[in-house]
């Protein structure tokens, strides 16, 4: 989801850790060496990676583009091939009929049917283009504040664990008792996590 959308969805995240120095050369190198790797004609079914905000196809992290004043923004990428499990069994149930034909024998070993469709599904993911889907991303880097433009479970999921593992820094989700508890003293933390909900009834 984009932040140009007509409707957006945003998941906000406190960016935890040090980044080293020299930020922009280390910002560049990073979005540039885990950038997005297309697949279309490759024999695999995801990918996922940086692009650039302005043309989500074209990954270019040069000449620092992706800096607006002191905020980030770019975007993370996700391709997926997708191939209908109708079309495989199609497809896996002619490569079978095709093998016993030529060896003239009745039935097959289940480790052959097993290499049969291992080589269908490869054959037809080269054939297949990857689905993409595109999240927006702001950084503010001096106040250590992130916004990324989704909040879907899989996808917030697997952005958390590329960002931390490329960058090295941790992400904790703001949502109400993360910002509580961010501003409070250590005494006033203790007397808050010891709260617990009341339940109205009528």
């Not at 945003?10 to 540039?32: A, C, H, Q, W």
């Not at 950038?35 to 650039?52: H, M, P, Q, R």
């Amino acid at each position: 989801m984009g932040i140009l959308s007509s409707n957006v969805s945003i998941t906000r995240y406190n960016v935890v850790g040090n980044f080293d120095e020299p930020v922009m050369e280390n910002m560049t190198k990073i979005l540039s060496q885990n950038a997005i790797v297309e697949i279309d004609n490759e024999n695999f079914e995801k990918s996922s990676g940086w692009t650039s905000f302005e043309d989500h196809f074209k990954p270019d992290f040069t000449g620092n583009n992706f800096v607006i004043g002191s905020y980030f923004i770019f975007s993370f990428r996700i391709d997926k091939k997708v191939i209908p499990s109708k079309i495989v069994n199609k497809v896996y149930r002619q490569e079978v009929s095709k093998k016993l034909e030529e060896s003239g024998r009745e039935f097959l070993s289940r480790n052959e049917k097993k290499q049969i469709k291992e080589d269908v599904i490869g054959q037809l993911s080269l054939r297949i283009p990857a689905t993409p889907n595109v999240f927006d991303i702001i950084w503010n880097f001096e106040k250590s504040i992130l916004w990324f433009f989704s909040t879907q479970k899989t996808a917030s999921e697997e952005f958390e664990y590329f960002f931390t593992k490329k960058f090295k820094l941790n992400l904790v989700r703001h949502f109400p008792y993360t910002a509580a508890v961010k501003n409070l003293k250590n005494s006033e933390k203790d007397f808050f996590e010891k709260i617990v909900p009341s339940y109205f009834m009528e």
